[in-house]
């Protein structure tokens, strides 16, 4: 949106705007069978040269069968991170789980 409106800005300091901006990425995706789910929670970490650091805290995961109205079951999984930004979401009021990363 930044180079859309003619801003002259090097695209290093929009990214950083952003990396500093950013905490969470939810992606929610569509199954195939039709519906959507949220397929990945990650952390925006920061920078490194020119690149966003991020890394994945939480994945969904299909099971590869299906339920009795025909959508995919799954779970979510922890990928065994806990995020950098957890103290800043509890001071947010946010009860969070240790167990949750585990």
Do not use: H
Not at 27 to 41: A, F, L, P
Not at 51 to 79: A, H, P, R, V, W
């Amino acid at each position: 949106m930044v180079l859309m409106r003619g801003m002259d800005l090097p695209l290093r300091a929009i990214r950083e705007q952003i990396a500093a901006a950013i905490d969470i990425i939810v992606q929610q995706s569509r199954m195939r069978d039709g519906t959507r789910k949220i397929e990945s929670v990650s952390e925006v970490c920061g920078m490194e040269g020119d690149t966003i650091l991020m890394q994945e805290i939480f994945n969904y995961k299909t099971l590869g069968q299906l339920d009795s109205n025909g959508k995919f079951k799954g779970m979510f999984q922890s990928t065994g991170i806990k995020p950098l930004c957890l103290d800043k979401i509890r001071e947010n009021g946010v009860a969070v789980n240790d167990e949750w990363f585990q």
